[in-house]
């Protein structure tokens, strides 16, 4: 199995392990990575393509046809010995020592390239799975808050009723504190919406019914325990490893060329039957000719073997410079993830600390206002900027996952 997916796994059950299960049916990202690499129409379509260029190894451990040539003389030429009534010409050209071996290697190249596709599809849907996955995780974190800030508004309107029936509050606040359910019920409703459809996508990553239920009773927390991400191993990543293969298929191409630029060599047989000279008594009278033959194919005109030469040349250092290409945007991509995964966690610290701060608030607030200190709209404050801290947790979390996806499949 690919190291990277050994790693995508080895996060799952690290992530796995801080999570605070309310149920036991419970959808580990493990067990769907697994599925997905085993179901995925995608990564089946790229495995088919390696079976068929391996397959045409086959293909090409062949030599030419067999040329098989019958003819009759409708005029009969008179020779020595009769008459000459048909021929029959076998002919057989052999490559030059070397040429099949070239062509299978060459073949073997091709698929050597192919199979890389295949590693960069599974990692490309381990990151998909991945990040479909904590984006329900989010959802579902979002829609816990939001329904403890719905209970925590109704018991602020049953404390607002009776402050209503001491005259310490108005009917207005009530109706206020209404409102504002209404707001955080609408937002769960389009929260569900959402899940739903993220539900969809991983579903479909799954290759399964876009309606089956992904249970994740979960929640998210971020760890100071990780591994960081290095340049030296993104050199090994499969996007760079695939130009070097495409880089060895060229020269096996170049090989490959060199022999088709070398002769052929042919051997063959000639049989013509001849016919008796009536009347007449002879050695070999009516002797049939048989005559063995052999002949060489030259590529005098070898002008394109030197094209394909001076193509492949220029295709090898073609493809070196795409890699460097492809190794600068992955790179870039490798230190943002980094920086990005840092920041969510400098953020995760800072909202953490805020809600602490406006837990405490609340308390003072809740006291005045019972005291008459505070008026309403200081509750309703306190209670969103709770609400705020506690999204903005649940955001930074997501992020910080979320990149580090990105870093495990970059450099690992």
Not at 293 to 298: G, L
Not at 347 to 376: D, P, R, W
């Amino acid at each position: 199995m690919d190291l990277f997916i050994k790693r995508i796994l080895k996060l799952s059950i690290f992530t796995c392990s801080l999570f605070v299960f309310n149920f036991s049916n419970a959808q580990s990202l493990k067990s769907l990575v697994e599925k997905a690499l085993e179901n995925n129409p995608e990564i089946q379509k790229f495995e088919l393509q390696y079976k068929i260029t391996s397959e045409k190894v086959n293909e090409v451990n062949a030599i030419p046809n067999t040329e098989v040539a019958v003819g009759y003389f409708v005029s009969e030429p008179e020779t020595r010995t009769g008459a000459q009534r048909a021929k029959v010409s076998v002919k057989q050209m052999i490559p030059w020592f070397g040429s099949i071996t070239a062509r299978e290697n060459y073949v073997s190249s091709l698929a050597d390239v192919k199979y890389e596709d295949i590693v960069i599809a599974k990692r490309k849907l381990v990151l998909s799975v991945s990040q479909s996955y904590y984006n329900l995780q989010a959802i579902k974190a979002t829609q816990k808050v939001l329904r403890a800030n719905i209970e925590l508004l109704k018991n602020y309107e049953t404390m607002t009723l009776r402050f209503v029936e001491t005259g310490k509050s108005s009917v207005v606040d009530v109706l206020r504190l209404q409102m504002r359910q209404n707001e955080l019920q609408q937002s769960k409703e389009v929260l569900e919406q959402q899940y739903i459809a993220e539900q969809t996508v991983l579903n479909k990553l799954l290759n399964r019914d876009k309606a089956v239920t992904i249970v994740l009773n979960v929640e998210l927390m971020i760890s100071s325990e990780k591994e960081l991400g290095t340049s030296e191993n993104l050199k090994l990543h499969p996007e760079l490893l695939k130009y070097d293969k495409l880089y060895a298929s060229v020269a096996n191409s170049e090989l490959l060329n060199q022999k088709e630029s070398s002769p052929m060599i042919g051997f063959g047989l000639d049989y013509i039957a001849v016919s008796e000279r009536p009347n007449m008594t002879f050695n070999d009278n009516g002797k049939d000719i048989v005559m063995p033959m052999i002949s060489v194919s030259i590529p005098v005109f070898n002008k394109k073997y030197k094209s394909k030469t001076k193509q492949n040349k220029l295709r090898q250092e073609e493809i070196m410079v795409q890699k460097q290409v492809r190794f600068n945007l992955l790179e870039t991509a490798l230190d943002k993830a980094i920086a990005n995964r840092t920041a969510a966690e400098i953020q995760y610290s800072t909202q953490t600390k805020n809600l602490l701060q406006a837990q405490k608030a609340e308390e003072i607030v809740l006291k005045s206002y019972e005291t008459g200190m505070h008026n309403f709209n200081d509750v309703l404050d306190i209670q969103e900027l709770q609400l705020k801290f506690q999204k903005n947790r649940i955001a930074s979390t997501k992020k910080y996952f979320i990149q580090t996806t990105i870093i495990n499949y970059l450099s690992n």
